[in-house]
């Protein structure tokens, strides 16, 4: 059994800052890519960006130079979201995602967190 548990989201005014985390747990040989997507109202849901196991990241365009994804050295289960200028369009339920290997001989799968809330407005 594999789990994703995100935190941090909230009810933020426009220009203020919030930082995501998201702890993956259980049966974990070892993890690829993770990273985050989120989905507004009435929308599908999108990369916002994602991290490589050696740090490689990538961003949608609309976040760029407002947000960073990282991921922890030590444990390399834990990946953030610092979002910064935030923007009243960013909001939405911000979802993580990770492809993870349960096992040596296991094939990698995809795992998704439940979601947590990101609200800007004033």
């Known amino acids: 059994q594999v789990q994703l548990v995100e935190s941090g989201g909230g009810l933020v005014q426009p220009g203020g800052s919030l930082r995501l985390s998201c702890a993956a747990s259980?049966?974990?040989?070892?993890?690829?890519?993770m990273g985050w997507y989120r989905q507004a109202p009435g929308k599908q849901r999108e990369l916002v960006a994602t991290?490589?196991?050696?740090?490689?990241?990538?961003y949608d365009d609309s976040v760029k130079g407002r947000f960073t994804i990282s991921r922890d050295n030590a444990k390399n289960t834990v990946v953030y979201l610092q979002m910064n200028s935030l923007k009243p369009e960013d909001t939405a339920d911000y979802y993580c995602?990770?492809?993870?290997?349960?096992?040596?001989?296991?094939?990698?799968?995809?795992?998704w967190g439940q979601g947590t809330q990101v609200t800007v407005s004033s």
């Open positions: 995602n990770a492809n993870i290997r349960r096992s040596f001989t296991d094939y990698s799968g995809t795992y």
């Open positions: 259980g049966s974990i040989f070892s993890i690829n890519t």
């Open positions: 991290i490589g196991s050696r740090g490689a990241t990538n």
